[in-house]
């Protein structure tokens, strides 16, 4: 559930830039946690 929650969140913000017509490159320091979640798995199920 996390994992989609992080992918969802990532996609709404992103979304979001597009409409105001805002490349779609999200500040780094945001969303630091769901980067480090789909880290985490990606290095358990791919890693």
């Given at each position: 559930?996390?994992?989609?929650?992080?992918?969802?969140?990532?996609?709404?913000?992103?979304?979001?830039?597009?409409?105001?017509?805002?490349?779609?490159?999200?500040?780094?320091?945001?969303?630091?946690?769901?980067?480090?979640?789909?880290?985490?798995?990606?290095?358990?199920?791919l890693g």
């Amino acid at each position: 559930m996390a994992l989609i929650n992080a992918y969802t969140t990532m996609r709404d913000q992103i979304h979001h830039r597009n409409l105001l017509n805002l490349d779609a490159d999200v500040d780094e320091q945001k969303l630091q946690q769901e980067r480090e979640w789909v880290r985490q798995v990606w290095n358990q199920w791919l890693g």
